[in-house]
């Protein structure tokens, strides 16, 4: 009889999928205390995201998507208190590995503007 080497291992379950509450911040902060958080007025974070919304935006709500205004506050959070990407996914009910997804597309979307508001001489 031929034993089966996947026999010897211990079965281990697959976590359960969890999807985390997500706040709205924008909504649930007056002005002062948006700026404290996020660095930016409630207007600069609303012009910026008109911006780059579309670079944002997903083609579906496939998989509970993030919404744009979602993403750029948690890139938003993330510059302005150096935190890690875990603590940042914590904070605005993310998962690790999608907070370092969005920091990143965030970030590129933004750094896609140079040529509007960088000029050398």
Not at 73 to 92: M, P, V
């Amino acid at each position: 009889m031929i034993e089966d080497s996947d026999s010897d291992e211990e079965y281990i379950p697959r976590r359960p999928r969890w999807i985390r509450q997500r706040n709205n911040y924008f909504d649930n902060y007056d002005d002062r205390d948006f700026a404290i958080r996020f660095r930016l007025s409630k207007e600069a974070t609303l012009c910026l995201l008109s911006k780059i919304e579309h670079h944002l935006e997903y083609s579906s709500n496939r998989n509970f998507s993030i919404s744009p205004v979602n993403q750029l506050l948690a890139t938003l959070r993330y510059y302005a208190t150096n935190w890690t990407q875990t603590s940042i996914g914590d904070y605005c009910g993310l998962s690790t590995p999608t907070a370092n997804k969005i920091v990143h597309r965030v970030s590129a979307a933004i750094a896609a503007l140079h040529t509007e508001y960088i000029k050398f001489p």
